[in-house]
């Protein structure tokens, strides 16, 4: 079984950074693929970055790339979201999945965080 549990949320003021951190317990970070996803009351669940089980690749959603960074440290089995240049519209719960599939779609993670909530105050 595996559980993950998100960290690092808060509020900031926009222009500002934030890391969020995701602790993997139950099996290694190296046997899944690790996502980060985000939501608001009035939208679905939004892709936001994802790393493939090797650590080598990692995508992007559009409205974050070149902003937000995926990254992870095996030996503490925990996947990393830096936040930077924060925008309002970044305000949303995020939240932690692991899977044996790589993508963008929530299908194609197993297991999820119970979510971290990120206010940007404009």
């Known amino acids: 079984q595996v559980s993950l549990e998100e960290s690092g949320g808060g509020l900031v003021q926009a222009g500002g950074s934030l890391r969020l951190s995701c602790v993997v317990s139950g099996h290694s970070i190296n046997n899944y693929a690790m996502g980060w996803f985000r939501q608001t009351p009035r939208q679905e669940r939004e892709f936001v970055a994802a790393m493939t089980w090797s650590g080598v690749t990692t995508s992007y959603g559009d409205s974050v790339r070149g902003r937000f960074t995926i990254s992870r440290d095996v030996a503490k089995n925990t996947v990393y979201l830096q936040m930077n240049q924060l925008k309002p519209e970044d305000t949303a719960v995020y939240y932690c999945?692991?899977?044996?599939?790589?993508?963008?779609?929530?299908?194609?993670?197993?297991?999820w965080g119970q979510g971290s909530q990120v206010t940007v105050s404009s």
């Open positions: 999945a692991a899977g044996t599939g790589w993508g963008r779609y929530e299908y194609e993670y197993e297991s």
